[in-house]
């Protein structure tokens, strides 16, 4: 069971706008940033959000990303097919000498 | 370009110590500003961080696998290892190396990963 809290699964029509929650806790999102990756099937995860709002190079500004206290959320606007993946969230967690978590990710699908 | 490439057995008997490596190409490993990190994916989960090793060659791993887990670098071949030992089939997964930005920032740069199963 992952330590981040993630719907299993959202989903929208061409256009829409999808937003995934992300849910931790005092030593992890509430102390430490948030970062999001998107993972298409059959491939590895890549970077889509970094220190909770900053998109690297190459990241369309549909997504963007928050947080409030202990919790973040990943906002995707203008849904595309191509956006139809798994997301998960991390964050470092300061407990037990320091450690990463991630959350057990979310399923989009472009209906 | 920074880029990772793991390797290593795909398949390890129960009982017996997982073997990868990461090589990197693109950055030196021995710069201060990533830290090199393991993460695996069971099937249908999310990830799961295993480890990482810093610059220095000093090594963090998981409160729940640090007891089997063993973070290495050579950084003459700019690469670094994961050994996980005493497996069963729970260790079933795809293992990731990455390029831990800050050592807790971000993953800036993932491997496309080895699948390894656990079975006799």
């Known amino acids: 069971q992952s330590v981040l809290t993630q719907p299993p699964s959202a989903s929208g029509t061409p256009g829409q706008r999808v937003t995934i929650s992300c849910s931790g806790g005092s030593s992890n999102i509430g102390l430490n940033t948030v970062s999001w990756y998107q993972q298409l099937p059959g491939t590895a995860p890549k970077l889509l959000i970094y220190?909770?709002?900053q998109r690297p190079s190459g990241v369309p500004d549909r997504f963007s990303g928050s947080k409030s206290g202990s919790s973040a959320s990943l906002a995707i606007s203008g849904l595309r097919s191509e956006d139809e993946a798994d997301y998960f969230c991390a964050s470092w967690d300061d407990s037990l000498n320091g450690h990463w978590v991630f959350g057990g990710g979310t399923k989009v699908t472009v209906l | 370009q920074l880029q990772l490439q793991e390797s290593g057995p795909g398949l390890v008997k129960p009982s017996e110590t997982l073997s990868l490596t990461c090589s990197v190409s693109g950055a030196s490993i021995d710069i201060s500003h990533y830290y090199w990190g393991w993460i695996r994916q069971p099937p249908g989960k999310g990830p799961e961080w295993i480890g990482s090793i810093n610059y220095t060659g000093r090594s963090y791993h998981s409160p729940s696998l640090k007891s089997r887990v063993t973070i290495s670098s050579d950084t003459s071949k700019n690469q670094f290892s994961l050994r996980l030992s005493s497996v069963t089939a729970a260790d079933t997964a795809i293992y990731y190396c990455?390029?831990?930005?800050?050592?807790?920032?971000?993953?800036?740069?993932w491997g496309e990963g080895a699948t390894v199963t656990v079975s006799s």
């Open positions: 220190s909770n709002n």
């Open positions: 990455a390029a831990d930005v800050g050592g807790g920032d971000y993953m800036a740069v």
